[in-house]
C-alpha cells in the first residue's frame, strides 16, 4: 500500500520539479550603471510594480498590462531607474483572490501596486495593510474609495451610466424599451454604472427600461445571455450595455437586426469595431483601457521617483467612437500596441474630431 | 512492531509532507530576495513568515471546507455545495450583525460564529435529508443546492458586498503576540480543524462507522449500521466546515458577498483528493485533506514567486489532480492483489 503512495508522491515532487525548471534562473539584482539622476537623489534604482486587474480572461484589463509595461519602458530609463510590472491578476473575478494577491506582493517586495478592484469591501484591509507596509497602492477602472489608497485613475462611473443612456436614447429617437446589461453585479463600478443609467432614463418618458441584466464576464456568457432575454423579451429595442462584454465575439453580429435594435456599450476594443461599422452599435463609448496601465506607471512614477504631488483622482474621459471617427479610433488603438485591428478600418480616412 | 519513525516515514501524510517540503525547498532556492523595507535586510521572497503564514492563510479557508469535505466523500458522497454554503453563511451574519450592531466586540463575534455555524447546519441538513430521502446521487442534489443557496445569497444580499463589524476583521487578523503583520488565526483554525476531524475519523466509533459505509455500504447494513444518520451526519459536518470557514473568510477579508467562494467547491473536493481521498468512499484523512490544499495553494504559489506565466495555473493544477487520482486507483488495485496473493491476512 506505501509504495504506490510513495511513487505518487514522488510523481507530484517530479511535476514540481519541472515547475522549477521551467523558471529558469532567479532574476539578478539591477547591474551597477552609472549613476543616474534617480540614484544621486537618492531613490531606489528598481521599482517593482505589482498590476492586479480584475480578470486575467477580460481584453480590457491585457490593454491595460500592455500599457503598463510600455510605460514601463518608456519611463524607466528616461527616469533612471529599473520598473518591473508583476501581472498578479487573477483568472477570474474574485475579490478574496485580489486581497491575497495584494498581500503577496507585499511579502515579495512590490513597492507599488495598481489594482483594479472586484470587491471593494474584500480588498480594503489588504490595501490598507499594504500601505502600512510602506506600499504606494492606487486603484483604477474600480475603486476602493474606503482604503488608504493614494490615487483613483478612472471615468466617472456615474456619469458614463448616463452618458450610456443618452447616447441610446438618442439613437432610439428618445422612445422604446430598453434592457441593461450589467456585468458582474459585485463591481461597485458597474453598479454606479448602472444608477447613471437609471438616472438618464428618467430623463426621458418615453424610454422604458425592462430590466437589468448580470453577466458572467466573458464574451461567449455575455453574448448568450444577450441572446436569452431578447428572447425572453421581444420587445426589446436597445440595450445599454456598462461594459462591452458580448461585443468580444462576433455573435449578436449574426443574430441582431440593427434595424430592429440598436446598442450603445462602453469600451470599443478592436473586436468590437465591426459592430459600429454595421450600424447594431452606432456609438461605443470608449475607456482608452490601455491608458489605465500607462498612466497607473506613469503616476507612481511620478509619486516614488519625482516624488510629485498626485491628486486623490485622476479623471479619464471617454472617447466617443462612431462610424465618423472609426478609422481614427482603429489607428489609435493600433499605435497602442493591439494587434488584431482590422486592416480595412486603419484603411479609414481620417475623419474630423 | 513497527518503530514509531518508521510509523512515520510511511504514513501517507509523511509523503505528502515530503513533497510540500520539496517545493517549499525548490521555492527557496528560485524564488530570489528583496530588501525588506522596515528592517533592511534581505530577505527571501518565499521563505520568510509572512509569506509561509500568507500562504497557509490563503489555503485555510477551503482547507477548513475541505476537512468536512473529507467526511462526504470517504462515505462515498459528494458535496458541490459548500462554496454556496459559505457566500449564504457569509452574507447572513454580515447582515444580522448590521441590523442587530451588537454593543460589545465579544457579542459581535459570537453572534457571527453562532449565525454562520447555524447556516452551515441546517444547509447541511436539508442536503443530508435530500439525499437520505430522494433517490437521486448527491451529485445532483448537491448540484442542485449549490445553484439554490447561491442564489438565495444574491437575493438577500442584493448583490452587496455587505461590511462585516470591525471586531470581527480584528479577531481574523489578531497578530496573538507575533508580529503585528502576521495573522495566524485562520492558519491555527485550520490545523483546528483538521486535529478535530482526525480525531473525529480516526479515534471514534462514528467516524470508523463512515469508512465502514463508504468502503462497503451493503456490509454495513448488514452489520446493522444506521446509514440514513451516517450519512446525514457526513452532510451536517460538510456544510458546518463551510459555514466556520465563511465565519473566518468574511471576517478576515472584511466583508461578504453573494459572490464569495465561487468555484471553491472544486478546490475543496481537489484538497481531499490530492490529500488521498478516494471518490468511490471507504478511504480519506482530515489532515491530508488540509496537507492537498496546501500543496494546491503552493503550486498556485510557485507558479508565481517562480515568474512562470500564470496562465499555467490551471494546467498545473489538473495534471497533479489526475496523478495523484490515478496513482491513487492505481495504489488501489495493488494493494487488492496483495490482499487476494497473501496466504494469510493482507498487506495493510
Known amino acids: 500500500m506505501t509504495e504506490p503512495r510513495r511513487t505518487l508522491r514522488w510523481a507530484l515532487a517530479a511535476l514540481t520539479a519541472v515547475l522549477a525548471a521551467c523558471s529558469g534562473a532567479p532574476p539578478s539584482p539591477a547591474p551597477a550603471g552609472e549613476a543616474s539622476p534617480a540614484a544621486a537623489a537618492g ?81 480594503t484591509g489588504a490595501i490598507n495593510d499594504a500601505v502600512g507596509r510602506g506600499l504606494a497602492v492606487m486603484t483604477f477602472d474600480s475603486d476602493a474609495p474606503q482604503s488608504k489608497r493614494f490615487t483613483f485613475y478612472g471615468v466617472d462611473d456615474l456619469k458614463t451610466g448616463q452618458a450610456t443612456m443618452a447616447e441610446l436614447a438618442t439613437q432610439m429617437g428618445g ?12 463591481a461597485p463600478n458597474l453598479q454606479k454604472r448602472v444608477q447613471g443609467v437609471r438616472e438618464e432614463a428618467a430623463k426621458h418618458p ?24 431578447n428572447n425572453a423579451y421581444p420587445e426589446i429595442q436597445g440595450w445599454a450595455m456598462v461594459g462591452g462584454w458580448p461585443l468580444f465575439t462576433r455573435t449578436l453580429l449574426d443574430e441582431i437586426d440593427p434595424k430592429r435594435m440598436k446598442i450603445v456599450a462602453v469600451d470599443a476594443l478592436p473586436v468590437e469595431l465591426p459592430y459600429v461599422e454595421k450600424g447594431l452599435a452606432p456609438v461605443l463609448l470608449a475607456q482608452p483601457v490601455y491608458l489605465w496601465g500607462y498612466t497607473s506607471v506613469s503616476t507612481i512614477v511620478d509619486k516614488l521617483v519625482l516624488n510629485k504631488t498626485v491628486p486623490e483622482r485622476l479623471p479619464m474621459e471617454l472617447v466617443r467612437v462612431s462610424k465618423e471617427n472609426l478609422g481614427d479610433w482603429a489607428r489609435q488603438l493600433k499605435a497602442w500596441g493591439f494587434t488584431d485591428v482590422p486592416e480595412k478600418y486603419l484603411q479609414m480616412g481620417a475623419s474630423p474630431k | 512492531m513497527k518503530s514509531l519513525v518508521q510509523r512515520v516515514l510511511t504514513s501517507p501524510v509523511a509523503g505528502l509532507l ?96 453562532a449565525i454562520c ?4 447546519l441546517v444547509c447541511g441538513a ?16 448537491t448540484l442542485g443546492t449549490m445553484w439554490i443557496l447561491r442564489g438565495l445569497a444574491f437575493v438577500i444580499s442584493r448583490a452587496e458586498s455587505i461590511l462585516v463589524p470591525a471586531p470581527l476583521t480584528a479577531m481574523a487578523k489578531a497578530s496573538l503576540g507575533l508580529t503585528e503583520t502576521l495573522y495566524p488565526v485562520p492558519m491555527l483554525m485550520m490545523i483546528a480543524a483538521a486535529i478535530v476531524g482526525m480525531i473525529y475519523l480516526e479515534r471514534t466509533v462514528m467516524g470508523r462507522h463512515i469508512f465502514a459505509f463508504g468502503g462497503n455500504p451493503e456490509a454495513s447494513r448488514f452489520a446493522g449500521l444506521r446509514l ?3 450519512q446525514m451526519g457526513v452532510f451536517v459536518v460538510s456544510s458546518l466546515t463551510a459555514g466556520l470557514a465563511a465565519f473566518l473568510g468574511a471576517s478576515f477579508y472584511g466583508s461578504a458577498s453573494c459572490g464569495d467562494a465561487a468555484g471553491y467547491e472544486l478546490y475543496v473536493i481537489a484538497s481531499a483528493v490530492v490529500g488521498g481521498a478516494s471518490l468511490t468512499g471507504g478511504k480519506g484523512s482530515a489532515i491530508s485533506a488540509m496537507l492537498g490544499a496546501l500543496l494546491i495553494v ?3 504559489q510557485s507558479i508565481r514567486t517562480l515568474r512562470l506565466d500564470q496562465n499555467y495555473e490551471w494546467i498545473v493544477i489538473g495534471c497533479a489532480i489526475i496523478i495523484a487520482v490515478v496513482l491513487d486507483q492505481g495504489s488501489a488495485r495493488v494493494a487488492a492483489r496483495r490482499l487476494v496473493a497473501a496466504p494469510t491476512g493482507g498487506t495493510r
Open chain 1, 206 to 229: 418615453g424610454i422604458e427600461i425592462v430590466g437589468v441584466f448580470p453577466n458572467i464576464e466573458t464574451p461567449q456568457d455575455a453574448a448568450a445571455e444577450v441572446i436569452r432575454v
Open chain 2, 117 to 120: 455555524v447555524s447556516v452551515g
Open chain 1, 43 to 123: 531613490v531606489k534604482k528598481k521599482i517593482k510594480i505589482a498590476l492586479i486587474a480584475k480578470s486575467s480572461t477580460n481584453p480590457v484589463f491585457l490593454a491595460a498590462r500592455t500599457g503598463a509595461e510600455a510605460a514601463a519602458r518608456e519611463l524607466g530609463p528616461k527616469n533612471g531607474v529599473e520598473i518591473e510590472v508583476a501581472w498578479l491578476t487573477p483568472p477570474q473575478e474574485d475579490g478574496q483572490v485580489q486581497a491575497q494577491r495584494i498581500a503577496q506582493a507585499v511579502n515579495e517586495g512590490a513597492d507599488a501596486i495598481v489594482l483594479s478592484c472586484s470587491d471593494a469591501g474584500k480588498v
Open chain 2, 18 to 113: 515530503m513533497v510540500i517540503l520539496l517545493l517549499g525547498t525548490i521555492l527557496t532556492l528560485f524564488a530570489g530576495s528583496h530588501v525588506d523595507r522596515r528592517t533592511g535586510l534581505e530577505v527571501n521572497n518565499f521563505l520568510n513568515s509572512n509569506t509561509l503564514v500568507q500562504t497557509a492563510t490563503d489555503a485555510s479557508f477551503f482547507a477548513i471546507m475541505a476537512v468536512g469535505a473529507t467526511f462526504v466523500i470517504i462515505s462515498g458522497g459528494i458535496d458541490l455545495s459548500v462554496g454556496s454554503v459559505y457566500a449564504l453563511a457569509g452574507v447572513t451574519m454580515a447582515l444580522a450583525l448590521r441590523a442587530l450592531a451588537p454593543s460589545s466586540d465579544a457579542a459581535t463575534v459570537l453572534i457571527g460564529l
Open chain 2, 126 to 141: 436539508l442536503n443530508g435529508l435530500m439525499v437520505v430521502s430522494l433517490p437521486v446521487h448527491p451529485f445532483v442534489i
Open chain 2, 298 to 300: 503552493l503550486i498556485r
Open chain 1, 175 to 186: 422612445k422604446g424599451k430598453v434592457a441593461v446589461l450589467q456585468g458582474n453585479q459585485n
Open chain 2, 228 to 230: 440514513g444518520r451516517i
